[in-house]
């Protein structure tokens, strides 16, 4: 069969076998992730459903169902969404600056009567599609050119930037990394990369005296040396390190955590989840989830390698280092190895724009992996 000929094929092949494609493998280790989550939730609330385990629940469900449609649309679609996705969120996160609702002194959200949105998880995935069209629509090694690093660099820049404004320095960290690694994962010569990593330590020099908020150098002094005020801006990590290590091997058992019970250990739905499943179930349990990360991250990446298309190669990998990112920075961040920046263990923290981001991010990759096959143009003439 040749490929012009699969290519119209594709365009007419029944939904059902496109729900017959999705590698629902993938689809049950992420729900186990994601059990794990009901389960600890259901437990930092001392063994009732209310008000976190219920409401995360129902949120997942309707996340499979996201997932199960977006992996039915056409990877060529999703091309053509990618620039106005974009250019959508990125007026949204301007408009946050106008007349976002401030909730714990940040502005990230716009009210849109009883919803709350949150621009720059949208932005999350907008950023990937965007720079994933703009690096497939490339010729190869052209990412090294000047003119096109310059664009694709402003493209992370902008959103990284309105960001920073909230103040939101967790997903400004992550918009950054996860482009940066798509640049390099297209291509990218090391003729620039070492400049990059010196213009970085420049702009964060910079940062620390013109953009963080006093807030942020704080919690970057307490990282540093979080026992010089233990019972004040040092309380959220030293908390999470005594909830991690008396956990030991095996740990005090299901809904036996005493730091959390307790409400000694902060925000133990969201930020600091980690802690509380391993002092629940110790270092074993924890090991074991982390296991379980490792190999969705490895089916990604074995998506991505699957994939005929470079757009649908960028897609998935870029939603694979998103994901990887938020658990590498959470996961540091209780550990004390990082400051506390604010980013959620993804399906395991409660919150609502996170898990629709996340699942929306698995739709996405389930697509590339549905029409893996297809040939997608470089330019927007053969896109459908």
């Known amino acids: 069969m040749s490929t012009h000929s699969y290519s119209r094929e594709a365009r007419i092949v029944p939904i059902r076998q496109k729900l017959a494609d999705i590698d629902w493998v993938l689809v049950g280790l992420i729900g186990l992730i994601a059990s794990a989550g009901f389960a600890t939730l259901y437990s930092a609330a001392g063994g009732s459903f209310s008000p976190w385990a219920g409401p995360q629940m129902v949120r997942f469900a309707v996340g ?44 990230r959200w716009i009210e849109l009567g009883p919803l709350q949105l949150q621009p720059s998880e949208l932005m999350k995935i907008a950023l990937i599609l965007a720079l994933a069209r703009y690096l497939h629509g490339l010729e190869p090694g052209a990412i090294s050119r000047p003119f096109h690093l ?19 320095l967790g997903t400004a960290m992550l918009l950054a990394l996860c482009g940066g690694m798509l640049l390099f994962l297209a291509g990218l010569s090391w003729y620039w990369i070492a400049p990059a990593v010196g213009a970085v ?33 040092g309380w959220n990590i030293t908390q999470a390190k005594i909830a991690l290590g008396s956990g030991g091997i095996i740990g005090k058992g299901f809904l036996g955590g005493t730091q959390s019970r307790l409400n000694f250990l902060p925000e133990k739905q969201t930020d600091f989840v ?33 994939s005929r298309s470079q757009f649908g190669r960028l897609l998935a990998m870029g939603i694979t280092v ?27 923290s409660y919150g609502g724009s996170a898990m629709m981001t996340v699942m929306f991010g ?11 096959r297809i040939d997608v143009p470089r330019h927007s003439s053969g896109i459908i």
């Open 201 to 233: 330590a420049i702009a964060a020099s910079t940062a620390w005296e013109f953009v963080l908020h006093d807030y942020q150098k704080a919690r970057v002094m307490t990282f540093l040396n979080p026992d010089s005020d233990a019972l004040g801006a």
């Open 64 to 107: 499979l169902l996201l997932l199960g449609a977006i992996a039915c649309v056409d990877l060529r679609v999703w091309m053509g969404l990618a620039y106005p996705a974009y250019a959508v969120s990125m007026v949204l996160l301007v408009a946050v600056e106008i007349a976002g609702h401030v909730g714990l002194g940040a502005q």
């Open 362 to 372: 698995f739709g996405l990759l389930m697509s590339a992996h549905v029409h893996r």
């Open 274 to 306: 980690l802690p509380m499943i391993g002092e629940e179930f110790g270092f074993l349990g924890t090991v074991a989830l982390l296991g379980l990360f490792a190999i969705v991250i490895a089916y990604g990446i074995g998506i991505a390698m699957r």
């Open 150 to 168: 310059m664009v694709a660099a402003g493209m992370i820049a902008a959103p990284v930037v309105l960001v920073l404004m909230q103040p939101n």
């Open 322 to 348: 998103n994901f990887f990112l938020y658990i590498m920075i959470n996961g540091l961040m209780v550990m004390g190895l990082i400051p506390v920046v604010g980013i959620p263990m993804p399906l395991i």
